[in-house]
């Protein structure tokens, strides 16, 4: 499995980005995928995931409004949709998957397939 990550960027408080992890290298029925971001000196957290095979889709509380992630499976490509921007936000975001898990997991402990990760940095 191969997740390659893409999308970040600099951004002013209150902008917009459109992060984008592409899959490859497995057929991903049954998995699930995860966004998570990472802080400087703060401790990897969930932002949103997905089934590649439902509609269903989670999202932290307190990101819950601003966030989207949607996903294309033709493409195999998930899509983290992010709005109006703060400050807090920046951190390197991680694309993940795995479906070890019988039900959708937020911890990052249950995925094993992680992208490298891109950096989002806003501005106040």
């Known amino acids: 499995v191969q997740l390659q990550a893409s999308g970040g960027g600099l951004v002013q408080a209150g902008g917009s980005l459109r992060l984008s992890c592409a899959a490859s290298?497995?057929?991903?029925?049954?998995?699930?995928m995860g966004w998570f971001r990472q802080a400087p000196g703060k401790e990897r957290e969930f932002v949103a995931g997905?089934?590649?095979?439902?509609?269903?889709?989670y999202y932290s509380d307190s990101l819950k409004g601003r966030f989207k992630i949607s996903r294309d499976n033709i493409e195999t490509t998930v899509y983290l949709q992010m709005n109006n921007l703060q400050p807090e936000d920046t951190g390197v975001y991680y694309c993940?998957?795995?479906?070890?898990?019988?039900?959708?997991?937020?911890?990052?402990?249950?995925?094993?397939?992680w992208g490298q990760g891109t950096q989002v940095t806003v501005s106040s």
């Open positions: 993940a998957t795995d479906n070890r898990a019988a039900d959708f997991s937020a911890s990052s402990h249950d995925y094993d397939y």
């Open positions: 997905i089934w590649w095979s439902s509609q269903w889709a």
């Open positions: 290298g497995h057929t991903f029925s049954g998995y699930y």
